[in-house]
Nanobody
C-alpha cells in the first residue's frame, strides 16, 4: 500500500521556523516529482513548492519564495519543506504529494498520491 505521511507541523510564533517531512512507503518515489500544497480554512488548496525527481529543479509559489526550501532524499524516501520567517498567513494544513512523472509542476491535478496533511499554525 502506497502511503505518504507528513510530520513536523505545529504551533510557532511569526518569524519562526518549522521543517516538515513527508515519509513515503509502498513505492520508491525515487523517479517521481513531488510537491507540497496547503489549504487554509475557508480557502482553496494552493501550491507551495515542487521538486523534480532528482532534485535538480525546484519551483515555489511567489508567496513563499525566499522563505521556504523544498528538498528530497531519495535514499530515505523522504520529502522535506524547510519553512523560515513564517507569517500568520502561512497557517494551513500542509500536504505532500507525488506525481507519476519526473517533472515538477504546480498543478494539483498532476499529482497522484497524497498524504493526509499536517497542521501549521503561525501566531503573531
Amino acid at each position: 500500500q502506497v502511503q505518504l505521511v507528513e510530520s513536523g507541523g505545529g504551533l510557532v510564533q511569526a518569524g519562526g521556523s518549522l521543517r516538515l517531512s513527508c515519509a513515503a512507503s509502498g513505492r520508491t518515489f525515487s523517479s517521481d516529482a513531488m510537491g507540497w500544497f496547503r489549504q487554509a480554512p475557508g480557502k482553496e488548496r494552493e501550491f507551495v513548492a515542487a521538486i523534480s525527481w532528482n532534485g535538480g529543479s525546484t519551483y515555489y509559489a511567489e508567496s513563499v519564495k525566499g522563505r521556504f526550501t523544498i528538498s528530497k532524499d531519495n535514499a530515505k524516501k523522504t520529502l522535506y519543506l524547510q519553512m523560515n520567517s513564517l507569517k500568520p498567513e502561512d497557517t494551513a494544513v500542509y500536504c505532500c504529494a507525488a506525481r507519476l512523472g519526473t517533472l515538477a509542476t504546480a498543478r494539483a491535478d498532476d499529482y497522484y498520491y497524497w498524504g493526509q496533511g499536517t497542521q501549521v499554525t503561525v501566531f503573531s
